[in-house]
């Protein structure tokens, strides 16, 4: 009968691992804390650019040598940028067009998904190739024909045209499948 002592994998020791002596391992921690140090300032270097500027007078903001810190501070260049656009408007758009899309693609898409997971139809390998495919097509390349559909339609400059869009992303497929 065989016990544990036997199994030659219990039975061997453990690898011996080399370990590091205390200053190398040191140097190591110490320049990686300086590589993770310069990484974070050049990486934070434009939000603090974008942040100073934004308190610059337009003299400053255009001055070369580029001024670094303004002097003085000018707060109201934050109001006068509200006061600019009707950012409220904007912000409201967003939301309620963000809202539609989303909640419409989360039925759609979760109805397809299902037909495409689960049920088995004559051509639903075709259909779901043809709807990969036309998924792969860049948006620059359609761009110019949906804005002539958009147009012939009379949904230029509309949240509908916005929202149709977004929801029909696979515009191509439905114009493939209509020309069969």
Known sequence: MKTAEDNPIIKSKPPVIQQRK????????????????IGSIVMAGPFIWMALSSLKSFQQM????????????????FTDSLQAMPFGRAYFNSFYISTIVVFSQIITCSMAAYAFAKLRFPGSNVLFIAFLATMMVPMQVTLIPLYLIMDYIGWVNTHLSIIVLTLSLML?????????
Request: glycine letters at 2%.
């Open 172 to 180: 191509l497929e439905f114009s493939y499948y209509a020309s069969l």
């Open 22 to 37: 205390g200053n190398q391992l040191r140097f190591s921690r110490i320049m990686l804390h300086i590589a993770l140090i």
């Open 62 to 77: 255009f001055a070369v040598p580029p001024v670094w810190i303004p002097d003085p501070f000018v707060w109201s260049n």
